[in-house]
């Protein structure tokens, strides 16, 4: 989704105009995105999670009238489950992340988080309450350690070793020249994009949210960095309701469930087996990506 936005001193001038105030990172996606506001109701209630379950409901939804991005969407999440979205590009993947977080309002049917539908809460607490490793990570030009605790601005120093920890990122943030004062971003040390996957994955253990989406990379990683982003997010999932947007199937195997979506339609829903053994659209992704290799 990242890949999409606006050009890093764009970013920049958002940065400084948001930390400190809005301090939320899922903030900046709405202010880069989004020309028209999408307002609470006036009786707008605080979204509450006490079951982090996630239902798209017969959603329609078209960035301009005249073409019709998703149809007909419905599909569940139940609370703790890791569901991957996957089809081809263009089939709609991303945009049924931007409908989840409300940058944009669906046009018929509805977007439940445990029951509550997302029209009806305040932007605010939907935003709080889900996290998201995107594809591509902005650092900022700051240290290394206050790009991490932008994920919870509150967090102690210690709060955000222990996530630097949870990320596998300690050694690598140790061995800067500065250590966690280095500065990183734009003028400041380069990472991988490996590294910077991990930097996301440790401001969203910060924040803590009840439901994760992670964005895979379409630009591949070298296999060591793939690995342990892998082996991170499979450890932060546990416990999340979570939903991954993904590119390689072989990422999702694990997954309790998979929504495999084409032009904007669920086509296929099942697990990694089911869908094999039903020989349709899954299975021909599956023989495509395997036949590349
Ligand atoms: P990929 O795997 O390539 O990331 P995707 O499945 O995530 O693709 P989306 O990004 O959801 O697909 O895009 C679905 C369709 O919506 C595409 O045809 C795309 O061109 C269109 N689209 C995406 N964003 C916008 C936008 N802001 N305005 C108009 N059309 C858009």
Do not use: C
Request: net charge negative.
């Amino acid at each position: 989704m990242m890949q999409l936005f606006m050009p890093l001193n764009f970013l920049g001038f958002v940065y400084r105009e948001i930390k400190g105030s809005l301090a939320n990172i899922e903030k900046m996606f709405l202010l880069l995105e989004r020309k028209e506001q999408i307002t609470d109701n006036q009786d707008a209630t605080d979204l509450t999670i006490k079951q982090p379950s996630i239902e798209f409901r017969n959603v329609d939804f078209a960035y301009n009238k005249e073409r019709p991005i998703l149809q007909d969407v419905s599909f569940t999440i139940h609370p703790k489950q890791k569901v991957a979205v996957v089809g081809s590009s263009g089939a709609g993947k991303s945009t049924l992340v931007k409908v989840l977080f409300r940058f944009y309002d669906v046009n018929n049917g509805q977007v439940f988080i445990d029951g509550q539908d997302t029209k009806t809460v305040t932007q605010t607490s939907l935003r709080e309450n889900i996290g998201i490793v995107p594809q591509d990570t902005v650092l900022f030009n700051d240290t290394i350690f206050e790009n991490i605790r932008y994920g919870k601005p509150t967090a102690t120093d210690d709060e955000v070793w222990k996530a630097i920890k949870m990320a596998h990122l300690n050694d690598f943030v140790n061995s800067l020249p500065d250590g966690k004062d280095s500065k990183v971003g734009e003028r400041g040390l380069k990472l991988s994009g490996g590294e910077k996957q991990r930097v996301a994955i440790a401001r969203v253990l910060l924040k803590a949210p009840s439901i994760l989406v992670f964005d895979e990379a379409t630009s591949s990683l070298d296999s060591g960095s793939e690995q342990a982003i892998l082996k991170s997010l499979r450890e932060i999932a546990e416990g999340h309701t979570s939903l991954v947007i993904a590119h390689r199937l072989s990422t999702i195997v694990d997954a309790d469930q998979i929504v495999v979506m084409e032009q904007g339609r669920v086509v296929e829903v099942g697990n990694h087996k089911t869908l094999l053994e039903a020989e349709g659209r899954y299975y021909h992704l599956w023989k495509m990506q395997n036949d590349k290799l």
